[in-house]
Each structure stands twice: as C-alpha cells, then as structure tokens.
C-alpha cells in the first residue's frame, strides 16, 4: 500500500503509533505508509515538534506524544453520547461507590469515552482514551452482543488475546456468553481484562442496537458475586436512561431513585 494524500498518511501514522505503546521506528512507518525513510523521517518530525507524537532519545523510537492526549480530551468531551449521558454516570457512582465508565466500540476495541470517580477513591490513572479488545472486557461484550451482526461475526473469527488466564479466548465459548449476555441484558467480567478487576457493562440502545456501554468498575475484594445481579440492574437503568434521553424522550427519575 502507498499512502498519497498527507492527511491520510498523518491519519495512518497515528493509527499505528496508537497500536504500538512501545514505540515504532522510522523504518517500520515508512514500510506500512509505502514511502522512502526520508519521507517518513520528516512526517516524524512535524508531527514532533507539534507535540503530537515524541521520540525516545535511547530507543529513537516514536510513541504518541502529550499534545495529542489535550487534543483528544477536547474531542471527547464534545462527543453527544458524553454529554447525554454524564449525569448518569455521576449518579450511577455516587450510588454504588465504584467507579462508572462509558465506552463505544471501534472496529474489535473498546474505546473509554468518560468515566467518573468516587471522591474517596484514589484512581491511579483514568481509562479515558484507553482502547481495550472488545472480546476481554464486560462493555465490549454488550457492543459485540448488541451491535452489529458482521462485526460480531468478523470479531469470532478473528484470534482472540489472552490477557489474564480468565479471558474467554475460543470462539465458540465467546459466542455463547454473547448469546447470554444479549438474553440476559448485561455482561460481568471477572478477572479478564485485568486480573483482580470486575467489570459489569450494559448497552446504550438506539433502535435496538448499542451505541455505547455503561460500565461499573472494581477490584474483586470489594465486588463480590453476590453483588452482581444488583449491580447489574442499576447499570442497566443507568444505560436506559441514557438511551431515553438521546432519543428525546423523558428518561425518568435519576439513576439513584430507581
């Protein structure tokens, strides 16, 4: 493939920065772009000295830079899905004291969109940004379970990452839980995109298809098994209501009435 166009290869650059936390060589730029090094070399270098994307000095390797995570927060907040549905997510927290997160689905990947706190919790970094398989994660399995059908197909072909030994990694496994997961309304994870985090998701619809995730987020110690299906029914009234109010509609008393 030869990219052309320069906002494509910038777009290009960008993808495969993003999908190589550990950093990625001129070199290895220039082969997926199809350009000559020299070319590369200097796309590097703009984006560099916007701060967009920075190169380690040992490696010489390029990772994406500081400037892009202030452009990228800009972008986020001005997503509708965001504002429609932060109240929900602040209510959903201060009832369940665990931290709340929205995400939507690119392509295999989750991608957290918001997420909220509780004051009392120390939250070592924010998911926010954070892209994620959709296969590991309770908010990519409602994305997969009520998204599109070619997608969910494309996604059970596709190998499936292990991430903890507790990720559903073979294809017939994972379509059965999706098949669950749409029966019953909502997903918990345990221990599989994070060892010790438990996860439980439900669905933003929009015409019966999911437009987003809710999630709720915590360590196994203080989510216990028992807590699940009562946790679950609070984020699925969190995950309807913001569905209500996209729509248009009345979305009823707040997440913490219900």
């Keep these: 493939m030869r990219v052309t166009d320069s906002v494509e290869r910038v777009a290009v650059t960008l993808e495969i920065l993003a999908g190589s936390p550990e950093g ?40 994406l830079g500081a400037r892009l995570v202030s452009i990228a927060g800009g972008a986020v ?11 929900e997510l602040e209510a959903l927290t201060a009832l369940t004291s665990e931290t709340s997160n ?8 989750v991608v957290y969109v918001d997420q909220v706190t ?11 940004g954070r892209r994620s398989p959709a296969h590991a994660s309770s908010s990519g399995k ?6 599109d059908d070619r997608t969910r197909e494309e996604a059970l072909r596709r190998p499936l990452e292990a991430l903890t030994e507790a ?15 749409r029966r019953r309304g909502y997903a918990v994870s345990v221990g599989e995109l994070e060892d010790g985090l438990v996860t439980i998701a439900a669905p933003v619809l929009a ?22 299906a009562q946790l679950a029914r609070m984020v699925v009234n969190a995950a309807a209501a913001i569905g209500h109010r996209m729509a248009g509609r009345a979305s009823g008393p707040a997440t913490g009435s219900r």
Aim: proline share 4%.
């Design 207 to 228: 015409e019966s298809r999911a437009v987003a995730a809710v999630s709720l987020s915590g360590p196994t110690f203080r989510i216990s098994s028992r807590d699940h």
């Design 77 to 87: 907040a001005s997503l509708p899905i965001v504002s429609q549905a932060r109240s």
């Design 102 to 109: 929205l995400a939507v689905l690119d392509r295999f990947h």
């Design 167 to 181: 990720t559903v990694t073979d294809a017939a496994a994972l379509r059965s839980v999706l098949a669950d997961v």
């Design 118 to 128: 509780p004051a009392q919790t120390v939250v070592m970094a924010s998911w926010v």
């Design 24 to 63: 990625v060589g001129v070199t290895k730029v220039a082969e997926v772009l199809g350009v000559h090094k020299a070319t590369a070399s200097r796309l590097l270098g703009t984006l560099a000295v916007r701060g967009i994307v920075e190169r380690d000095p040992s490696t010489r390797l390029y990772r």
């Design 142 to 147: 409602v994305l997969l379970a009520f998204g």
